[in-house]
């Protein structure tokens, strides 16, 4: 805390008294600048006169400084005073604008020097003017802006020293809560989250996407042992069957054949099991969103004609009528291969739970912006209750009927890869997955 809070104060002590140094200069620079411009003018003016002129001018001049605070002599090239109110010439620099010097007054009772700022200039006729003011009411305005900026300077700085303190500890107890909350995360706990208040400023911001963060993490490390539950709780009775069938058929077989036999099976069990875990991990794929770099325009239509020629061979094999209506529609950006898997699972679902000899129905259309592919069958549908169960991995509305219930979940996470929705018809059984050619 006193490392941020004193390397706050210090910013702010520096930053304070250079402004205030910069203000000294400010005003004591003006003021020179001012009598610099009168000196000048005093010089081109006299300049232009004949001498008798110019000693009137000069004379007109102090005769007009009612204040007593101007300084005006011309002294011929030897150094004798011509006219004006200083006995004698002060050593000076003709080629600066000015100096300051220490005069001797002739026209001011009871004061036999002054200190002046003084400008010395040559005239025409060799003789040089020496035009000062007096620095008295000078000095008395930088005073008091030197007192000015001192009383102002002392708060700012004590100010500076308050807020740095209190900016530090706030920063500290900032820096102190992530640092908490990142050990408690290590430590397993990822429930835990940084509180932020009703009006947040950019660290309150800043630990609202923190939050959102370890949310989705949260919802990902929970996917993932989802997933590791779901393996094992879908894989304990089939490898428990599997070891009892193998138990079985060894202790069984009376020859070569039957051994083979159950060889054969043990295969085909195994194949399925390694079926399920490819599925999983496919959805874990997707739902980690990691094919999106892969994304191109896609055209529905040919997907969609392509699924329908695919699946119309085992249609006919199971004397199911399967209709394609498809329509033309706008290209929409994605994975072609995923899009045409989650069709040919959804025409796979529909003849598979559809009545036999049935019809199964495939639609793409396009209304404004929004494309919906529909693939419908002749079945009594998913009940409102189970809508959103179906698309949940390993979930089986009806278990005489073969499978893993994985089919939807991957159409839903493949969907959901594109920004699509999913939906259930309310009558019927028809399932949409609607999009928008927005995303193209």
């Given amino acids: 805390m006193w490392r941020w809070g004193g390397a706050i104060a210090a910013l702010l002590i520096a930053q304070s008294i250079i402004l205030a140094g910069l203000f000294w200069l400010l005003a004591t620079g003006s003021h020179q600048r001012t009598v610099e411009r009168g000196f000048a003018a005093d010089c081109r003016r006299l300049a232009a006169l004949s001498p008798p002129a110019r000693r009137h001018e000069l004379r007109a001049m102090l005769t007009r400084d009612i204040h007593r605070d101007r300084f005006l002599a011309l002294f011929a090239p030897g150094g004798a005073l011509i006219d004006g109110n200083v006995a004698r010439m002060p ?5 600066s604008s000015s100096f300051v010097a220490t005069v001797r007054p002739t026209e001011l009772p009871g004061k036999d020097r002054d200190v002046a700022r003084l400008a010395i200039c040559a005239m025409p006729d060799r003789s040089r003017l020496l035009t000062g003011v007096d620095l008295d009411d000078a000095e008395e305005a930088l005073r008091v802006v030197e007192q000015s900026l ?3 300077l002392i708060p700012g700085l004590l100010l500076a020293i308050g807020f740095g303190l209190f900016a530090g500890r706030r920063a500290a107890r900032q820096v102190d809560a992530v640092r908490v909350l990142t050990e408690q995360i290590v430590a ?5 989250r940084l509180e932020i208040g009703g009006h947040p400023d950019s660290f309150g911001l800043l630990c609202a996407h923190i939050n959102l963060m370890l949310d989705r993490l949260q919802t990902l490390v929970a996917d993932v042992r989802g997933v590791g539950d779901d393996i094992a709780h879908q894989l304990r009775t089939p490898l428990t069957r599997l070891r009892a069938r193998l138990e079985r058929g060894l202790r069984d077989a009376s020859d070569a054949d039957a051994v083979e036999a159950t060889v054969d099976a043990a295969l085909a069990e195994i194949d399925q099991l390694l079926g399920i875990v490819a599925a999983l991990l496919r959805i874990r794929e997707l739902e980690d969103h990691a094919r999106r770099s892969r994304f191109a325009p896609v055209d529905l239509r040919q997907l969609a004609e392509d699924a329908c020629e695919l699946h119309r061979p085992t249609a006919e094999d199971r004397g199911i009528d399967l209709v394609c209506d498809i329509s033309p529609v706008a290209p929409v950006e994605g994975d072609a291969s995923l899009l045409i898997e989650a069709i040919s699972n959804l025409i796979d679902n529909a003849m598979k739970f ?5 019809r199964v129905t495939v639609s793409l259309s396009q209304r404004g912006e929004t494309i919906a592919l529909m693939v419908a069958d002749e079945g009594r549908g998913v009940p409102a ?5 179906v698309t949940q991995r390993f979930y089986r509305g009806r278990h005489d009927q073969e499978g893993a219930g994985l089919g939807l979940s991957l159409v839903k996470a493949i969907a959901d890869l594109h920004g699509f929705r999913v939906h259930f018809a309310e009558h019927g059984s028809a399932v949409l997955i609607v999009m928008s050619s927005k995303n193209y």
Avoid: W, Y
Wanted: aromatic share 0%; proline share 9%; net charge negative.
């Fill in 91 to 95: 050593a000076g620099d003709m080629a």
């Fill in 150 to 152: 001192l009383i102002g």
């Fill in 188 to 192: 397993g706990d990822l429930a835990q």
């Fill in 354 to 358: 559809g009545p036999p000899g049935g």
């Fill in 385 to 389: 209750a189970e809508r959103s169960l």
